[in-house]
Every structure is written in structure tokens, then in C-alpha cells.
């Protein structure tokens, strides 16, 4: 079976300060992994992916995340928080065989003070 | 290009009473999931449709819980009896294929009272 563990379920930063969401995931398969952003009162919005090729992946927003498959983590980064990142994020694994369901992780909620 | 709609976007209840909701996948997506989300959770699947032909409905509760996707187009998601339990956002999702990224729409929040 396959599982998502984020380690902060709240990371605190103050503005302009960097930023790094932890994610590990677990699984006998090869995965697809994405990272996920929900706004208060919003659906989830597609921050990256990780498919295949380089590890270190770019997506909106100026976030980046880097798949390192030894240990089986993909950790979301910024160099540079600002207030409208307050949300809640959610990395996901998908397994590419077997029944190839969607896997969250609980959410981190990262909270930019000023 | 339009994202995935769902309606209403919020919705109040009493318990034992019943309670629907609609999807509109992005357009060409074949596959459409529906999801839900209790309070400071991830979202959990309820249902995935493959085109108009369910793929997985291991985790609706299907005593109460019912879902179609006629003409592999839109999708309605069905409470019937509702309890406070299912209280929660309901996530419409769609992609290309099942192993293409889901995109999701801005989500259903049930209030039961």
C-alpha cells in the first residue's frame, strides 16, 4: 500500500524568509508525485509535478520541489515567502501500477507573518 | 481553457435529507473523480469515473452515497439520507487519462444540521 507523510502539519515564516514544506511518500511501485495548494475556501490547485527526468522540478508561484528517490522524499521549497502564500499544501503520490489512485499526504499549513 | 465547475458552492442541510451536486470536467477529460474532504484532512476518493463507466467506488458509502456520469460528460454526486458526518467539502476533479495530473474545481461545502 501506498502512503504520504508531511511532516509539519503547520510551518510558520515570516515574510521574505525561505521556506520548505516537508513530504515523504511510501510505496513498492514507482509514483508519479505532485504538489498541491488550497486556498481558505478554494478547490486544490496544481503547484508542480514530478514525472520522470531531472529531479528538481519548477512549478507556479516560484515554488520548487526535489525528488530525491533514495529517500523517498520530494520536499517543496521557496527562497522567498510572501503573504498570499498563506494556504494549506498537500503533496500527493500516484502509483503507476496497481489501482493507480491519487494518495494525500494531511496538508502543512504554511502561515507567512509579516 | 475553462477549469472543472462545480455547483452549488455551499450548501446547508438537515440531517436526513437529501442533497445533490453537479460537475463539469474540463472539457476532453475522460476520467472524473469526486472527492471528500473532511475539515483539516486530505481529500479522501470517493468515486472515479473512466468515460461514463465507474472505475473505482470502493470508498462510497453506498447505502447512502450515489454518483453517475451519463454521457461521460457531466457527473452528479447524491446524498440520500444525509448524516452530520458528511459534512464536508466534495471535490470534483478531472484529467486526460488516470495517470495524468487531476485538476480540481473550487469544491462543495455541505453544512448538515
Known amino acids: 500500500a501506498q502512503s504520504v507523510t508531511q511532516l509539519d502539519s503547520q510551518v510558520p515564516v515570516f515574510e521574505e524568509a525561505p521556506v520548505e514544506l516537508r513530504c515523504n511518500y511510501s510505496?513498492?511501485?514507482?509514483?508519479?508525485l505532485f504538489w498541491y495548494v488550497q486556498y481558505p475556501n478554494q478547490g486544490l490547485q496544481l503547484l508542480l509535478k514530478y514525472l520522470s527526468g531531472s529531479t528538481l522540478v519548477k512549478g507556479i508561484n516560484g515554488f520548487e520541489a526535489e525528488f530525491n528517490k533514495s529517500q523517498t522524499s520530494f520536499h517543496l521549497r521557496k527562497p522567498s515567502v510572501h503573504i498570499s502564500d498563506t494556504a494549506e499544501y498537500f503533496c500527493?503520490?500516484?502509483?503507476?501500477?496497481?489501482?493507480?489512485?491519487?494518495?494525500f499526504g494531511q496538508g502543512t499549513r504554511l502561515t507567512i507573518n509579516p | 481553457e475553462a477549469g472543472v465547475a462545480q455547483s452549488p458552492r455551499y450548501k446547508i442541510i438537515e440531517k436526513r435529507q437529501s442533497v445533490a451536486f453537479w460537475c463539469n470536467p474540463i472539457?476532453?477529460?475522460?476520467?472524473l473523480y469526486w472527492y471528500q474532504q473532511i475539515l483539516g484532512q486530505g481529500p479522501k476518493l470517493l468515486i472515479q469515473f473512466q468515460n461514463n463507466g465507474v472505475v473505482d467506488d470502493s470508498q462510497l458509502p453506498k447505502d447512502r452515497f450515489s454518483a453517475e456520469r451519463l454521457k461521460g460528460v457531466d457527473s452528479t454526486l447524491k446524498i440520500q439520507p444525509a448524516k452530520l458526518e458528511d459534512s464536508a467539502v466534495y471535490l470534483c476533479a478531472s484529467s486526460l487519462d488516470p495517470v495524468a495530473a487531476r485538476l480540481f474545481g473550487s469544491g462543495t461545502r455541505l453544512t448538515v444540521v
Open positions: 472539457s476532453g477529460h475522460a476520467t
Open positions: 500527493a503520490a500516484l502509483p503507476l501500477q496497481g489501482a493507480q489512485k491519487l494518495v
Open positions: 510505496s513498492s511501485v514507482s509514483v508519479y
